[in-house]
């Protein structure tokens, strides 16, 4: 039956039962986030309520706070403030939380922006931040800030030779005989550097023995040859020369110059400034004290910093894209190397070189691949020691918080999501659902709340992307971790060059395609309806951050490094479609307070880990690779009751980084004593992992058949919330629907389960379900991409007393559901059916005759056509009439074939006089391309899924004439493919509307007695 799938249902407003739980306190969860008693007399939607703090029944009306966000795109300071407020209130009036700033235009062409005047950190650009944080603060919305202009994080007040600026280490080399003779200049770098970039400083100077032929242009060499040239230099940096004469003893040498300089990198799509700013060095104190003293000094007036503290929420940095065509370095990064490794990078600068992303020069593989190991793990220590803590503790002092998507080198970013205050992931760039659950699991152990996501961006899909496509997308990242999205993203109203509708950020792209990420905004036909979007993200992401989360099991990674898509093969292919959840946990997190083992779980207040797999480093070819820090930390887990299986042989087995042969031996006996231990298996073998779960006695949460349901655990208190989701793991697949019966766990005895609907805000009793000790099976039906909540409480808690009375346990109707302390079947065909009640006893229960399916063919059709005003922002909307003997799209239509805009149909239904209080229907409107709304005689139905075009009408409908009202709305790509051809004309036309078959299916309900 369909006790607990997102359809609403009964004839009238059902009552709502109230829900009541504990709250983890500190920086697990928010403070009192609880699901709240319901008035004994009032049938609405009950609270989830102390988000708000002023009394909102939260789950019904979600406070700002927990609302989704929008990117806004700026085109620098060159905006009016007045368009700026009333943008403000756009996103307000739609339902949505904040905005965030970002100086972002590489639609317009270079020299159409007034960088001079309007360049970002200019007085216009902080006059322009000024009055979207007071209309922000007066709307009750946030608004964060990007760190720079565009990104990286960039300023104006270096140049690419500051110290402050980011650095490279440039390699310049010749070949040289063996026996001859080399006298001259140092080789300059190979690679012209960047401009602006003037100076160079002279690192050392190495020549090394070729080893043999190169492969795939990268040349092997023998690092028992090397010779320190450096000490021979004479003169400095461009001055300097050097003589030698290469021994006899191999066939060629190389002569390395290692070359230190800026890298002249600036922010994408630049200039945004005058002075042309360039991005920072993101590992080094000089590089991010330039950004903090540009906003102290430029930006941050004593009125800005008040209005931080009331309407802004984050700075945010976007991903760690440092671009350089060679080495990427920081000044005194070899003292630091030492320092943290414990032996000099100088001898093997020649295996770190690169030109343009390829690397030049190899010695063994071992020694190779573990040096380039520590150089990532000493970049990724410093990016964390002299960037991202000091930004945070930075912003933290402003009132603020930091959103970083950290990630883009290889560094540990797991960790850092533990580190920051928001850690932020991108629906575009991510491979799968795994990476999301990577910096899930770092902020889990952390102790953090929030996961973002920079949301639904794709790829050429411009004016073009569906809601459809979107909620499949957040759905299924929802079921990875995520609970705030950030959409990118809404752009300002016009920059120079923009044509309609407006000014967007990515499109046109790169010479005239069509570009990525749209511009949301009332430029949008689709925006009609974007409050009823907006409210269900907020009730999604208000139930996503309540309590704590929880997992199964958690796996090791040597290597914390994300946007990679390689995750947990096991897990992913086999573990989640059976119900298993699971998070990652890297080497940087071991040392996180919460890190610990009580009663046998990992981390028990927060992540409640049950088991952790240790198997190869993934990274580096499947090497059995562990610190020795990290090997003593899990041996001191399994001691502590920790369940763990091995995979793999671990033979041999090896500490990571440059070889070190004695701490590779100090390994050994550690493993043997972990792999000894009777609450450790080893497995061979990825399909044998869930037998050594069961031998471990290490069970699942939820369970149910193998499909593409994934679901998030988070209990706060004695509650227990679960969104499950019919979710894919990537973009690349589209799940099957699903109707199945779900078996979830509960934390309370006596818990009884309710389903919270995000599209209405209506909580309500699930009737029907079964419970065997603290396991309630619920049956869950889902669509492609579409998800559900359901709580389990505790019945004492409930102000109805609902665990006190019978519920059922199947029934051969439809379905089943409570009606005050009734049961009510539903069924859309006459006869008798049979209910089982929780007591034992069978009901029978008898429904009357039932109207048969009523088609609905014709309509009436009037379509708004948006097409261009006289200015590039306005939009004139004519209206075309159509009548339709059948549905079809509009594009089939010649009158409106190239339309886009809102479609208003209309039909008139007409029902039996016998139509009594009893009897219902449910609207089914097969496809719909387009977001909708419907109306039943003049009154508005319950907001719905675009992924579930079916609504149940319940008491709108009555006996005789019915008139049936779908407002459809459809993205702008049809009409722009007329009006812009030369960017969007090689896009095929979109089939918009209402496509049906439309039917209305009777049903009768009845009381069980």
Not at 115 to 140: E, I, M
Request: proline share 7%.
């Amino acid at each position: 039956m369909n006790a607990a799938t997102p359809m609403s249902g009964g004839l009238t407003r059902r009552r709502m039962i109230g829900l009541s739980a504990a709250v983890t306190a500190g920086m697990l969860a928010p403070a009192s986030n609880v699901l709240a008693d319901a008035d004994s007399t009032m049938p609405k939607p009950q609270p989830l309520s102390g988000v708000s703090g002023h009394g909102i029944a939260a789950f019904a009306r979600p406070p700002a706070s927990v609302a989704p966000k929008f990117r806004w795109w700026w085109p620098n300071g060159q905006v009016d403030p007045d368009e700026i407020a009333r943008e403000v209130d756009q996103v307000a009036d739609a339902g949505f939380g904040g905005l965030e700033v970002a100086d972002v235009h590489h639609s317009v062409a270079a020299g159409r922006l007034d960088v001079q005047k309007y360049g970002w950190g200019s007085p216009a650009w902080v006059t322009a931040a000024n009055r979207a944080l007071t209309q922000a603060k007066r709307r009750g919305i946030t608004l964060d800030f990007t760190m720079g202009p565009s990104w990286p994080s960039a300023v104006p007040t270096i140049t690419p030779d500051s110290v402050a600026a980011s650095q490279e280490l440039a390699p310049g080399f010749v070949t040289i005989a063996g026996g001859a003779s080399f006298a001259g200049p140092v080789p300059p770098p190979t690679i012209a550097p960047a401009s602006g970039a003037n100076n160079a400083t002279l690192l050392a100077v190495q020549a090394i023995a070729v080893a043999g032929p190169a492969v795939k242009a990268v040349t092997p060499l023998d690092p028992a040859s090397l010779i320190d040239l450096t000490s021979a230099v004479v003169g400095t940096d461009r001055a300097a020369t050097v003589s030698w004469t290469a021994p006899t003893g191999s066939s060629s040498w190389i002569l390395i110059a290692y070359w230190q300089r800026g890298s002249g990198q600036q922010p994408e799509a630049g200039p945004h400034t005058s002075p042309t700013a360039y991005v920072v060095d993101h590992f080094s104190a000089a590089g991010i004290a330039a950004v903090t003293d540009f906003w102290e000094e430029n930006i941050l007036s004593a009125g800005m910093k008040r209005l931080l503290k009331e309407s802004a929420v984050a700075f945010f940095e976007d991903s760690l894209e440092i671009e350089t065509p060679t080495t990427i370095w920081t000044p005194g990064f070899p003292r630091l190397f030492t320092a943290s490794r414990g032996y000099d990078i100088l001898p093997y600068l020649s295996v770190l070189v690169e030109q343009k992303g390829k690397f030049l020069f190899t010695f063994d593989a071992a020694t190779t691949t573990g040096v380039r190991d520590d150089y990532n793990t000493v970049l990724s220590e410093l990016y964390r020691d002299h960037h991202l803590l000091v930004l945070r503790n930075w912003a933290n002092r402003l009132g603020m918080k930091l959103r970083v998507q950290p990630y883009g080198l290889s560094t540990d970013s797991i960790a850092y999501a533990g580190l920051l205050d928001i850690p932020e992931g991108e629906s575009l760039g991510f491979k799968n659902l795994d990476d999301y659950r990577c910096l899930a699991g770092g902020r889990d152990l952390g102790g953090r709340n929030l996961l973002s996501c920079e949301s639904i961006c794709y790829a050429g899909q411009a004016y073009n992307t569906t809601w459809t496509q979107a909620l499949q997308t957040i759905g299924s990242f929802y079921a990875a971790g995520v609970n705030q999205t950030v959409i990118h993203g809404f752009a300002y109203a016009d920059a120079p060059g923009a044509t309609w509708p407006g000014f967007a950020a990515f499109s046109p792209y790169d010479g005239g395609a069509i570009g990525y990420g749209e511009a949301w905004g009332p430029r949008q036909p689709t925006w009609a309806h974007m409050s009823d979007i907006g409210r269900y993200l907020s009730r999604t992401q208000l139930v996503l951050q309540t309590g704590v989360p929880k997992y199964d099991i958690v796996f090791y990674r040597q290597k914390g490094y994300v946007s990679t898509g390689i995750g947990a093969p096991w897990a992913t292919a086999s573990g989640i479609p059976i119900g298993w959840t699971h998070g990652f946990l890297s080497s940087g997190t071991l040392d996180f307070p919460l890190a610990q083992v009580k009663g046998g779980v990992l981390a028990p207040e927060g992540p409640a880990y049950k088991a952790l797999v240790l198997g190869p480093d993934q990274f580096t070819g499947g090497q059995y690779g562990l610190r020795l820090e990290d090997a003593e930390k899990l041996l001191a887990f399994s001691k502590a009751g920790l369940p763990i299986v091995v995979l793999g042989t671990w033979s041999p087995a090896v500490t990571g980084g440059r070889p070190d042969q004695a701490a590779n031996a100090a390994l050994a006996p550690i493993l043997a004593e972990l792999l000894a231990r009777p609450n450790v298996r080893q497995v061979l073998d990825q399909n044998s992992i869930p037998d050594a779960l069961a031998a471990l006695g290490v069970t699942p949460a939820v369970t149910h058949d193998n499909t593409t349901l994934m679901h998030v655990h988070r209990v706060a208190g004695d509650t227990d919330l679960y969104y499950l989701s019919n979710a894919k793991h990537s973009e690349k697949i589209k799940p099957l629907p699903i109707d199945q019966s779900v078996h979830l766990t509960s934390t309370a005895a006596d818990a009884v389960p309710y389903r919270l609907d995000a599209w209405t805000g209506e909580i309500t009793p699930i009737a029907e379900y079964t419970r065997a000790g603290r396991t309630i099976t619920v049956n869950v039906t889902l669509n492609a991409g579409e998800g559900t909540i359901v709580a389990l409480a505790p019945a004492s808690r409930s102000s109805h007393r609902t665990g006190d009375d019978v519920h059922a346990v199947s029934t051969e109707a439809d379905s089943v559901r409570r009606d005050d302390r009734s049961l009510v079947i539903r069924d859309s065909t006459a006869g008798t059916y049979r209910t089982t009640l929780s007591d034992g006893r069978v009901r029978t229960t008898t429904i009357g005759p039932v109207p048969a399916p009523i088609p609905m063919t014709a309509w009436s059709l009037q379509v708004e056509d948006w097409q261009p005003g006289a200015a590039v922002t306005s939009t004139i909307k004519p209206l075309v009439a159509v009548d339709l003997p059948a549905l079809v799209p509009w594009s089939s239509v010649p009158a409106i074939q190239d339309a886009s805009g809102i479609g208003h149909y209309r039909t008139t239904v007409t029902l039996p006089r016998t139509w009594s209080s009893t009897t219902g229907a449910v609207l089914d409107l097969g496809v719909v391309n387009g977001t909708f709304r419907v109306k039943v005689n003049g009154r508005a139905a319950d907001p719905t899924s675009v992924l579930r075009p079916r609504i149940d009408l319940g008491g709108l409908l009555r006996p005789g004439p019915n008139v049936i009202e779908v407002e459809v709305a459809s993205t702008l790509l049809n009409r722009l493919r007329t009006v812009t051809p030369a960017v969007y004309g090689v896009a095929a036309r979109q089939s918009y509307g209402l496509l049906g078959p439309v039917q209305l299916l009777p049903y009768v309900e009845a009381v069980v007695r």
